[in-house]
């Protein structure tokens, strides 16, 4: 529980903008929308890892300049897909590294039993003392 409450904040950047994305009336807000979530889910995958079998990787176009750390992705493969460009520019960007992967060791003992029906504000409002703070998510 711990570890979804301090990552609040990108759970809601992501859904915010994932209906950004959704609701987009043209490819400029599209690619602006998926900018903007892309970022905190690049940031939750690499808190919480990608499964195994799956070859993930972070990529990062820098002439994005409107969008949170200039136009960050994630895709599978070596060869870059600038989504931000499309076919003009596809090939723009560079893979920063590969994703970790994700550790199932970590989720043993995690009891998120106690989460069923709450929301951000009362997770908030939870004793944080009883909350893992041994440092696993």
Not at 4 to 31: G, K, S, V
Not at 51 to 75: H, I, N, S
């Amino acid at each position: 529980p711990h570890f979804w409450h301090t990552h609040a904040d990108d759970l809601t950047a992501i859904r915010t903008n994932a209906q950004a994305l959704a609701d987009a009336d043209d490819l400029a807000a599209a690619r602006l929308a998926f900018g903007r979530l892309s970022a905190p889910f690049v940031g939750i995958v690499e808190a919480t890892g990608v499964p195994k079998g799956y070859d993930v990787a972070r990529f990062t176009c820098g002439m994005v300049a409107d969008v949170p750390e200039g136009g960050v992705w994630l895709q599978r493969g070596s060869d870059t897909r600038n989504p931000y460009y499309g076919s003009a520019m596809v090939s723009c960007g560079a893979s920063d590294h590969a994703m970790p992967m994700m550790d199932h060791g970590t989720m043993e003992g995690m009891d998120h039993s106690q989460m069923k029906g709450m929301d951000h504000e009362q997770m908030k409002e939870r004793d944080h003392s009883k909350m893992n703070h041994d440092g696993r998510p």
